[in-house]
């Protein structure tokens, strides 16, 4: 399988695209800083320069071409709202332009949960955030993609436990970050797992288990 990652310098992405390599499968991974291509490149994933907000359709769309499936896992991590629109938002709507016109017709984009640190303060870029984040999981299951969209709760960058808990609602939790690469690596050697939104978090099942359960 040929992989084409955006956003593969990320917790998430790197971790995905070292699986994937393990596994025999052909990785791509779209940077923008040196810094990050070696990132991709320790990976074991072949770092291409790309840009989401000033690339256009069509040239993502060449640097799609060829690939199996496209996993979008970017995003603008803080630095401003104006940011969150142009990647989180209108970078996914180009990104999926751009596979469409490729002929890539899987595309597996990591969301949000939505009641995602919902404990804390309320401020105006998070809710920013959840509101684009929302809006692209909406885009994305209008296109004509086979689409899945991963919804992880919050985030942890200790080791993971290889099991899960998985599917259309699940209650709120924690999930670390190498449980999320894992279920998107089981997923997307799964391809009856389509069209389905799925939430993600710690529990009780492994991962391959979960896959399975779901594609059924």
């Known amino acids: 399988m040929r992989v084409f990652q955006i956003g593969a310098a990320g917790g998430v992405g790197r971790r995905l695209a070292g699986l994937l390599s393990e596994r ?14 070696d990132t991709i ?16 359709v069509e040239e993502l769309a060449g640097k799609l071409a060829g690939h199996d499936t496209v996993v979008f896992s970017a995003g603008a ?5 104006d940011k969150t629109t142009l990647i989180d938002g209108q970078g996914l709507e180009k990104a999926a332009a751009a596979a469409e016109a490729a002929g890539v017709d899987r595309f597996v984009l ?3 949960f939505p009641d995602a640190l919902r404990g804390g ?14 809006s692209a999981d909406v885009h994305l299951t209008r296109t004509g993609l086979d689409w899945l ?8 960058d200790g080791p993971g436990t290889g099991q899960v808990t998985a599917g259309p609602a699940v209650e709120y939790g ?15 050697h799964e391809p009856s797992l389509s069209r ?18 779901l594609a059924t």
């Open 121 to 134: 303060e309320p401020s105006e870029g998070f809710e920013h955030y959840v509101k684009v984040k929302k």
């Open 149 to 156: 969209i991963v919804r992880p709760g919050t985030l942890l």
């Open 77 to 81: 991590h803080g630095t401003g709202m």
């Open 196 to 213: 389905v939104i799925v939430e993600l978090t710690s529990g009780d099942t492994p991962v391959g288990d979960a896959v399975a359960r």
């Open 110 to 112: 990591v969301s949000v």
């Open 24 to 37: 025999g499968d052909e990785v791509t991974g779209m940077h923008r800083s040196l810094a990050q291509a």
């Open 41 to 56: 490149r320790a990976s074991g994933a072949t770092p291409v320069t790309g840009d989401l907000i000033s690339d256009t």
């Open 174 to 188: 924690d999930v670390p970050r190498d449980d999320v690469a894992a279920f998107i690596d089981a997923a997307l």
